[in-house]
T-cell receptor, first 113, second 111 residues
Framework: GAGVSQTPSNKVTEKGKYVELRCDPI?????LYWYRQSLGQGPEFLIY????????DSGLPNDRFFAVRPEGSVSTLKIQRTERGDSAVYLC???????????FGPGTRLTVL | EDKVVQSPLSLVVHEGDTVTLNCSYE??????LLWYKQEKKAPTFLFML????IEKKSGRLSSILDKKELFSILNITATQTGDSAVYLC???????????FGQGTRLTINP
């Protein structure tokens, strides 16, 4: 079956602009996670959804970052007033239930010029 | 602060060699330890370990967890060029559905 998909695969933007990154989880997976991976580092947790609600957003670096999952399926990560330090690969993962194996998408590479 | 440390950060070996990758952790509330392989972008799941001393095996790959000494190893025998990747270790925390990752080990297998 289809895995986790993310769009766009690459996004180049200018400092100060607003961006939206989309994640389509595996059908039926109730849990959805966002991670950020900088070059040469492991992924860092940003936010976790159980259904429509953000169960844990402790990893969001500041209030420029926001994520939604209005219907409990697709999620959008929104970054306002982008900064060069936001450049990274943003990974999305989903799992069938809490504490289940997390399946990762291919990521969106964000470059802020 | 929850921390996962992998070593070595980088390893270059010849095809056919055996490699051992290390992962140590210091976390507040351990639930499980996971290994992932990352070739391009998406990490792909290898193993989940929850109990000490029980080896998980899949083909040429195997892994074991030591909960007393707080570490895990990933072994790859008879390495092939297709094993070249970044190997990520992550710890899942009890009561918090998120993974804390190490920096990864970049493994390069030369023919």
């Amino acid at each position: 079956g289809a895995g986790v998909s993310q769009t766009p695969s690459n996004k180049v933007t200018e400092k100060g602009k607003y961006v939206e990154l989309r994640c389509d989880p595996i059908s039926g997976h109730t849990a959805l996670y966002w991670y950020r991976q900088s070059l040469g580092q492991g992924p860092e947790f940003l936010i976790y959804f159980q259904g429509t609600g953000a169960a844990d957003d402790s990893g969001l670096p500041n209030d420029r970052f926001f994520a939604v999952r209005p219907e409990g399926s697709v999620s959008t990560l929104k970054i306002q007033r982008t900064e060069r330090g936001d450049s990274a690969v943003y990974l999305c993962a989903s799992s069938l239930s809490v504490a289940g194996e997390q399946f990762f998408g291919p990521g969106t590479r964000l470059t802020v010029l | 602060e929850d921390k996962v440390v992998q070593s070595p950060l980088s390893l270059v070996v010849h095809e056919g060699d055996t490699v051992t990758l290390n992962c140590s952790y210091e976390v507040t509330n351990f639930r499980s330890l996971l290994w992932y392989k990352q070739e391009k972008k998406a990490p792909t799941f290898l193993f989940m370990l929850t109990s000490s001393g029980i080896e998980k095996k899949s083909g040429r790959l195997s892994s074991i967890l030591d909960k007393k000494e707080l570490f895990s190893i990933l072994n790859i025998t008879a390495t092939q060029t297709g094993d070249s990747a970044v190997y990520l270790c992550a710890v899942e925390l009890q009561g918090a559905q998120k993974l804390v990752f190490g920096q990864g080990t970049r493994l390069t297998i030369n023919p």
